[in-house]
């Protein structure tokens, strides 16, 4: 009888063999950490960029549809917010002076309006003047804070719209309007919709859209109407509204700076939107 011969591994050779693993599984990591973290902050980047250039891009889109000389900027206590009317489509109204036939009814601005007929035909579809509850605003020569029948935040040279007569080309107005507001050089008019405002908060690391608040003499609060965010994560905002001297060209500024939670390297973007300002 022979003895079996036994096969395997003692523990000495165990252990040695677990040290060396775990001595090259250190290194591995010590290689590989870095690529990865560098890549998780690249992503983190990347995001960040996308996020804040989606917002601006929906705030360039509305704004460059402004109600001109709508623009207002403010903020307190590291908060800012640019505030606006957005217009929806124009067009031009006949006046006296078109010397009218068959009895149309033209924008009078002394004994005010309530019934007008556009020149040319009506809008269809999703320009289409709509009135009623919840329906359009029609602003005439709108040349903002501190002139005298022409701010639309005012309202003495805004009226409602109660009704559209598409067959006549005619408007009808809930109220009696525009008495006392300016005419317009070039007969024009704009149909517009209620103010809108994006609102910076720091604090809460937002940038928040609201609307659905109503026109008020001077730019609200945040928190005020229905809200919607469009970007978290940021650190601070910049808006800026230039109007130079003689030029009919609003120039707006918009710089947003968002940074990632528990880390202190942010993102900045920063984009200019040239409004028109000619009532």
């Known amino acids: 009888m022979h003895a079996s011969q036994q096969h395997g591994f003692t523990l000495v050779e165990a252990i040695m063999v677990m ?4 001595v090259l599984a250190g290194i591995l ?7 990865v973290q560098n890549y998780l902050d690249a992503s983190g980047r990347a995001e960040l960029g996308d996020q804040a250039d989606l917002a601006l891009r929906r705030m360039t889109r509305e704004l460059r549809g402004a109600l001109p000389n ?6 307190v206590g590291g908060v800012s917010l640019i505030e606006f009317i957005p217009t929806k489509i124009g067009g031009r109204y006949l006046s006296a002076e078109d010397n009218p036939v068959g009895g149309q009814p033209v924008l009078d601005f002394v004994n005010g309006t309530q019934i007008f007929t556009v020149d040319g035909v009506l809008p269809v579809g999703v320009t289409a003047i709509v009135g009623g509850v919840g329906g359009d605003d029609i602003v005439i020569a709108n040349f903002g804070t501190g002139f005298v029948g022409a701010d639309a935040y005012l309202g003495v040279n805004r009226g409602h719209v109660a009704g559209v007569n598409v067959n006549n080309n005619q408007v009808t107005l809930d109220a009696v309007s525009f008495i006392s507001a300016n005419p317009s050089p070039d007969q024009r008019f704009q149909v517009v919709q209620p103010p809108v405002m994006f609102v910076c908060d720091p604090v809460a690391r937002t940038l928040t859209r609201f609307w659905n608040y109503g026109y008020q003499v001077v730019t609200p609060a945040a928190g005020a109407g229905r809200s919607a965010v469009l970007a978290r994560n940021v650190v601070a905002c910049n808006f800026q509204y230039d109007v130079p001297p003689n030029v009919h060209i609003g120039l707006i500024g918009l710089t947003i700076v968002l940074g990632r939670p528990n880390s202190d390297e942010t993102i900045t973007l920063a984009h200019q939107i040239h409004v028109d300002n000619t009532p």
């Open 19 to 22: 040290v060396i693993t775990g």
């Open 70 to 75: 709508s623009v207002r900027t403010g903020g």
């Open 29 to 35: 990591v010590l290689f590989i950490r870095q690529p």
